[in-house]
């Protein structure tokens, strides 16, 4: 890739040159998280402090090009839509490795932020408004022709203040056609919706039809996490949840909870895709609702949050090669610590 070119995927996919990050001007610091394909690292760019996603390559060319072709989409996605809830992008580069680098949310994962409070409840009034910054989130994207495909707790960040919920992480969101036939069994199992598998076992990689519902079905079980501060399906193992879900039609109990809280849930993880609402629906049912509640007497218990990494070294060290010295690419040996102290921060500089 030369500098200040565009580079291209497949599905004639590619990335506008003014999205590209020279890799000089880019510090890695500490890692703050890791999804199958990739670790994200809390980093600096032009002083900047921002949260740097390395996408591991894959080893086989077969793995390489479609790995290739999800970190494209990814890039090509969060370029194309902007929106208060979903992570701010600020930019990409495909050498000397795939990274997306997005605005630093130090505020923690929902996931995180709900197991800290167990077991107690979020006031209904912050549950909510959780919910409705999601559900705008989703809104967005759906405008866009987007399905994000993997709506849940971890995929959600928190802001500093705790006050605010953006949507992250867009490797498997897809572009929505009339005609397009997806990956089956696509996301995470316990947030599945039940039209990802079929009456017979899916063979890997199968395509099956799908539409944006699916993402609708993932926010109801999140609503539902958010309201009860439990894990749904509780007790049951993930392919158990997927199962009950899919096969029995069997959902979390919405019982004893206000009947516009429980209509909203039951009609968003309806069988049938059809039936349930689209997000400009969500958020007026949610808005509707909490234009019923009193006025907000307690904020939220919140942990407080925020980065070593305020200032940058005059002199950052570089590396002879980041992905040598710190094992991006591979699995840490064991009994070796992989990440190098805070405030530490290694360069994408001139050993490339």
Known sequence: MESGSAFYGGEGLSIDPKWLIDPKLLFVGPRIGE?????????????????????????????????KGRFLREVTMLSRVQHKNLVKFIGACLEPVMVVVTELLVGGSLRKYLVSLR?????????????????????CLHAHGIIHRDLKPENLLLTADQRTVKLVDLGLAREETLTEMMTAETGTYRWMAP????????????????????????????????????????????????????????????????????????????????????????????????????????????????????????????????????????DTPKGKREDKPRGFFFCFSECY
């Open 195 to 330: 039209e990802l598998y079929s009456t017979v076992t899916l063979r890997h990689g199968e395509k099956k039809h799908y539409n944006h519902k699916v993402d609708v079905y993932s926010f109801a079980i999140v609503l539902w996490e958010l309201l009860h501060n439990k894990l749904p399906f509780e007790g049951m193992s993930n392919l158990q949840a997927a199962y009950a879900a899919a096969f029995k039609n069997i959902r979390p109990n919405a019982d004893n909870l206000p009947d516009e809280l429980s209509e909203i849930l039951t009609s968003c993880w309806k069988e049938d895709p059809n039936d349930r609402p689209n997000f400009t629906q969500i958020v007026q049912m949610l808005l509707n609702y909490l234009s019923t509640l009193s006025p907000q007497q307690n904020v939220a218990p919140r942990r407080t949050f925020s980065s070593e990494n305020t200032i940058l070294p005059p002199e950052s060290p570089g590396t002879s090669s980041l992905m040598a010295s710190r094992g991006d690419l591979g």
């Open 119 to 139: 077991p107690r409840n979020l006031e209904p009034r912050i549950a909510v408004g959780f919910a409705l910054d999601i559900a705008r989130a989703m809104e």
């Open 35 to 67: 999804g199958a394909h990739a670790k994200v690292y809390e980093g600096k760019y032009k002083n900047q402090n921002v949260a740097i996603k390395i996408v591991h390559k894959g080893d086989t060319p077969e793995e390489i090009t479609k790995r």
